[in-house]
């Protein structure tokens, strides 16, 4: 999924101080799964922001709505009845939908409500760790099923680099070294031989480097 | 492996012509003042076959290799361009490679670089579009197929000596000798290996590089390093990854009082240097003596290095 | 035992305290408690494993936001206790009451009745 964190409180309220009738949208999705977006994110949100804005001797309205996705047309129509009413909005959905939000109400400040981190995994409750970097050509068929692109802190895909040290990266010792981990795996697999295979220059055209990505089905359209 | 060489190098003519081979490194200064990178190389000129200049390295922003590599051929000495892909994305390090080569130097060690989070820009980017492997087959490529990786022909190719760095302690052990294989594979002609202090887990790496016949194929120069202190010697076992420093070697350095802690580290560096000479495969030496380049001479005259042959 | 404790404590009855969670502590200030106390069993001796557990890191989150909107987190405590405690439960009462005294009222109450007027 998306991971995202919440952003500090305090930065959300330099966000919208100005602002008189605010409606905070989450999202039931990935931003629920991180338990940083949903509804649950957006009730505690709410409550702790009216309070602070009581506090501050302002009388601000704070509604709450979440939505299944921010990323949808179809979920994104369901509040447009509705937001006229506010003149900021605080999404707390992922990037994307905190600027789809944007795109499809134009006249209504919308503002983000947490850090969009990367794409990964609850690795145990409470811990997500990143996994894919949407590189846009999948080499895990060729890494033991490991991504260098990912879990790489210098994406090399020749590795390990020489600051391995006992499995771990060496920018940190929380960090597995992903070079480490495909060994291993080749190893499970019976594959080491693969290991002296030279993996060539990756084109990164499909990546970020190549510009803002689309994907076109035509036949779906 | 063949005796023809196939640049202009002098390590590689030395290397080729079966002499034992003496590198070391000098680092740039922090600032555009070229005078103490020059001072450095003139204080060991006469000691060694070619002189690396370290690039950016711990990701601290120093003068750049390429131009601290001109100061010294300028000076007439034998430069080895240390090139990080963690700076640079394939236009650059092609770019450089050429800018390298219109001033003939002529020795290349290919490295992934250490990450910038170790340096004075923690929050910059990073590049790593190619790692070491595959700036090993760029240079090759650029060399001996006299292309650029984009497919266009290079007018006046670069010829360079094409090297690596090994670390015969990094983890995992066993993967050491089929990455050297792989780093054979990719181009590499020289290897410049970490520092040794255990030299029986070495033997033990050459062994098995012999093994496999890898000796013939790379020339290996032995990484050395002279202790200064014994508190240098313990950060290095303990905070250096990749690093194997025995006890053996602590008790030594602890063993003698402080002052003369310094004698007693060029002494075991002159001792490790002459136990490698037994070791089948070590093509030369590679000493790295950072912010203690006075010690180079001492080391090489002492461990029966001196004088440096001449080469055509 | 029928001691008595503060009248101004009211109770709220939970099969156990991780059932409690941040936005019933935060809704409590929001509607104007002075205070709000978390009472459950001993740490190592939760009914359900580690519901007292989970309250407790919600307690601190809840004490984090309160302090950052201007109520002030000392307003919420966790305390552990046995069920047969109920001497000790009666000594909470009172020190939450006293504590609350002297904190003053929930600013959030002065606030609202300030716009009301």
Known sequence: M?????????????????????????????????????????????????????????????????????????????????????????????????????????RTPI????????????????????????????????????????????????????????????????????????????KELGRLDDYEQIQPIKDWSTERAGGPRKVVREDVR | MSTETKTPSKLEKVLKAGHLAVTSECGPPRGSDAHPIKKKAEMIKNYVDAINITDNQTSVTRLC?????????????????????????????????????????????????????????????????????????????????????????????????????????????????????KKIAAGAEFIQTQCIFNVEKFELYMKLIRDRGLHEKVFILAGVTPLKSVGMAKYMKNRVPGMDVPDEIIKRMSGVPKEKQPDEGVKICIETIQRLKQVEGVKGFHIMAIEWEEKVPEIVERSGLSPRPQVP | MRLQYPSNV????????????????????????????????????????????????????????LDKVGVGGERVQMYNLSSSEAPRFVQIASEMTEKMMALGPNPIKTAKSRMAA
């Open chain 1, 2 to 106: 998306i991971v995202a964190k919440k952003k500090p409180i305090e930065e959300i309220i330099d966000e919208i101080k100005g602002y008189q009738k605010i409606l905070i949208v989450g999202c039931n999705e990935c931003v629920t799964v991180c338990e940083s977006g949903g509804k649950k994110e957006v009730a505690v949100l709410a409550s702790a922001l009216r309070m602070y804005f009581l506090n501050q001797g302002k009388d601000v309205k704070i509604d709450e709505v979440t939505l299944e996705r921010q990323c949808d047309h179809e979920y994104l129509e369901e509040i447009r009845k509705m937001i006229d009413q506010f003149d900021a909005v605080l999404s707390l959905a992922c990037g994307v939908g905190v600027q789809f939000l944007a795109e499809k109400y134009t």
């Open chain 1, 111 to 186: 503002y983000p409500g947490v850090d969009t981190s990367f794409m990964g995994v609850t690795q145990e409750r409470g811990i997500w760790t990143e996994r894919c970097q949407g590189c846009g050509q999948c080499i895990l068929a060729r890494t033991a099923g490991i991504c260098p692109v990912s879990r790489c802190a210098k994406r090399i895909f020749n590795g390990p680099c020489g600051g391995s040290t006992k499995g771990k990266c060496e920018i940190s010792r929380e960090i597995d070294c992903a070079w480490q981990l495909i060994i291993d795996r080749l």
């Open chain 2, 65 to 181: 290799s390429l131009a601290s590599c001109i100061h010294l051929k300028l000076m007439g000495l034998e430069p080895i361009l240390q090139m990080v892909t963690r700076d640079r994305n394939r236009t650059a390090l092609q770019s450089d490679i050429l800018g390298a080569a219109s001033f003939d130097i002529f020795n290349i060690l290919c490295l992934s670089g250490d990450h910038q989070v170790f340096g004075d820009n923690p929050k910059g980017q990073n590049v790593f579009d190619l790692d070491s492997m595959q700036l090993l087959q760029t240079v090759r490529h650029m060399r001996d197929q006299k292309k650029f990786l984009g497919g266009d022909d290079i007018g006046r190719p670069p010829r360079m000596f094409v090297g690596a760095a090994a670390n015969p302690f990094a983890d995992p052990f066993e993967i050491r000798v089929p990455r050297l294989a």
């Open chain 3, 10 to 65: 009211k109770i709220i009855c939970l099969p156990c305290t991780g059932k409690v969670d941040l936005i019933h502590i935060l809704r409590a200030f929001e509607k104007g408690a002075d205070g709000v106390y978390v009472v459950g069993c001993l740490e190592g001796a939760c009914q359900f494993t580690s519901g007292n557990i989970r309250a407790r890191k919600r307690v601190e989150q809840a004490r984090a936001i």
